[in-house]
């Protein structure tokens, strides 16, 4: 069983860290802003997409493909 965590990448997103709060129109995109955060950072940041809240180990889970796509 893959561990792996499949969300459709057309969806909004919001990253939140610190007092920060960033609304993204993809999942790609809030992947991508996370990324850029430093190791402290994104320790304390979470990923919202949907009712699905992501902290940092999850979110090192998130594949985003076509929700057709994943298998």
């Keep these: 069983m893959s561990d792996l965590i499949y969300v459709d990448p057309r969806q909004h997103a919001v990253l939140?860290?610190?007092d920060v709060s960033?609304?993204?129109r993809?999942?790609?995109e809030v992947?991508?802003?996370w990324a850029q955060l430093d190791?402290?950072?994104k320790t304390r940041a979470i990923i919202e997409v949907g009712?699905?809240?992501y902290d940092l180990w999850?979110?090192?889970r998130l594949r985003y493909?076509?929700?057709a796509d994943a298998a």
């Design 39 to 41: 190791l402290e950072q």
């Design 58 to 60: 999850a979110i090192r």
């Design 65 to 67: 493909v076509p929700m």
């Design 51 to 53: 009712d699905a809240t």
């Design 26 to 28: 993809t999942v790609p």
């Design 16 to 18: 939140r860290y610190d």
């Design 31 to 33: 992947w991508l802003a």
């Design 22 to 24: 960033m609304s993204c």
